[in-house]
C-alpha cells in the first residue's frame, strides 16, 4: 500500500508529508519504503488514490535532459494538484526541481 505520512512528529525524520510504502500489522503501519522497518500509526497515513509513477530508488532521466540519469530519492504529495512529484539525485547531488510524472521518464 502507498499513503502519505501526516504525523508532526515526523518531521525530525524527513518523512512529514512524504509518500511511504507500507504494509499493515497488527493494526499498524510497517514502512518499507523509503526507510524500513519503521512503525507508524495507522491513523497517521492517508492512502494514496492512485500508486506512484515511481518508486524509490528507481533511475529516471528529465524529460528535457534524457542524456542525464539520476535517482528517485524523495516522493511527495502535491496536495492542490493532487499528484506525487519527485526529488532526484543526480551524481550524488539533490536536484532543486520538483518533477512530475510528466517531466520524468524510467531508465530501467
Known amino acids: 500500500m502507498w499513503g502519505i505520512r501526516?504525523?508532526?512528529k515526523a518531521w525530525e525524520d524527513g518523512?512529514?508529508?512524504a509518500v511511504v510504502q507500507y504494509k499493515i500489522d497488527n493494526s499498524?503501519?510497517?514502512?518499507m519504503s523509503p526507510k524500513a522497518n519503521y512503525e507508524l500509526d495507522i491513523k497517521r497515513?492517508?492512502?494514496l488514490p492512485?500508486?506512484?509513477?515511481?518508486?524509490y530508488g528507481e533511475q529516471v532521466s528529465p524529460c528535457n535532459h534524457p542524456d542525464m540519469t539520476?535517482?528517485?530519492i524523495g516522493i511527495?504529495?502535491?496536495f492542490k494538484r493532487n499528484c506525487c512529484f519527485y526529488t532526484i539525485s543526480i551524481n550524488g547531488k539533490t536536484k532543486s526541481k520538483r518533477y512530475f510524472?510528466?517531466?520524468l521518464i524510467s531508465t530501467t
Open 6 to 8: 501526516l504525523d508532526g
Open 15 to 17: 518523512l512529514f508529508q
Open 28 to 31: 499498524k503501519a510497517l514502512v
Open 45 to 47: 497515513i492517508r492512502e
Open 50 to 55: 492512485a500508486l506512484p509513477r515511481f518508486v
Open 70 to 72: 539520476g535517482v528517485i
Open 76 to 78: 511527495r504529495w502535491h
Open 101 to 103: 510524472d510528466d517531466d
